[in-house]
């Protein structure tokens, strides 16, 4: 079975800082990749995806991800973080060669933003 | 544009009660998934549904059952209740495919006393 870790439990940024967000998955077959961010009070929201292709995936509010395949890692990443980026980010998983559509979660990690 | 909707928003339970949630999907959605999140926790993936069949099943307890209907809806049944159920439970809803996006609900807080 597929697993996520994001070692990155809590982290602490001031405005226009960068941003990378660590996440690996265990599986050796394809896999399908997320990231999801829940705001404060929120439901979950995708960011972005990687299903095929260029491995860089652009998402939305100026986030953005790198599949390396052989280091089984899909990192967040934002150039400059906004005050308004403070929520739980969560990394996401599913293996679409086990039938098992569901996806898998990451632990999250919890982004503060101090202006 | 319609989204996931899930009733009720917010319920408080004793131990021992059942409670019943209920998700709408988006139309023309024929998926739906049930995730559990406790406080501080992930979310955990519990049951799942396709055209109205079960189609995955995670870690669900004995103690709780769901099924989606003929309209698409789904309901997640829990009984016994206990105080351990106390959670966000969110239910997401997609179309089959490959380019397959879900969209979650809001979620429903459950509590129990």
């Known amino acids: 079975a597929q697993s996520v870790s994001q070692h990155n439990h809590h982290v602490i940024l001031s405005e226009a800082a960068s941003l990378e967000l660590g996440c690996n998955y265990s599986?050796?077959?394809?896999?399908?990749l997320f990231w999801y961010v829940q705001y404060p009070g929120q439901h979950l929201q995708l960011l972005l995806k990687?299903?095929?292709?260029?491995?860089l995936v652009k998402g939305i509010k100026g986030f953005e991800a790198e599949f390396i395949k052989s280091k089984f890692s899909f990192n967040l990443r934002k150039p400059s973080v906004q005050w308004s980026d403070t929520a739980e980010y969560f990394c996401?998983?599913?293996?679409?060669?086990?039938?098992?559509?569901?996806?898998?979660f990451g632990s999250g990690t919890r982004l503060q933003v101090q202006p | 544009a319609a989204g996931v909707i899930q009733s009720p928003r917010h319920l408080i339970k004793e131990k021992r009660e059942t409670a019943t949630l209920k998700c709408y999907p988006i139309?023309?959605?024929?998926?739906v998934y049930w995730y559990q999140q406790g406080p501080g926790q992930d979310p955990q993936f519990l049951i799942s549904?396709?055209?109205?069949?079960?189609?995955d099943k995670g870690s669900i307890p004995d103690r709780f059952s769901a099924q989606q209907f003929s309209d698409y809806h789904s309901e997640l049944n829990m009984s016994s209740l206990e105080l351990g159920d106390s959670a966000l439970y969110f239910c997401?809803?997609?179309?089959?495919?490959?380019?397959?996006?879900?969209?979650f609900g809001s979620g429903t807080q459950l509590s129990v006393l």
């Open positions: 997401a809803s997609s179309l089959q495919g490959p380019a397959e996006k879900l969209f």
């Open positions: 139309p023309r959605h024929d998926t």
């Open positions: 990687y299903f095929s292709g260029d491995p």
């Open positions: 996401a998983v599913n293996a679409p060669d086990t039938g098992r559509r569901a996806l898998t």
């Open positions: 549904f396709y055209e109205k069949m079960q189609s």
């Open positions: 599986y050796g077959g394809t896999v399908n």
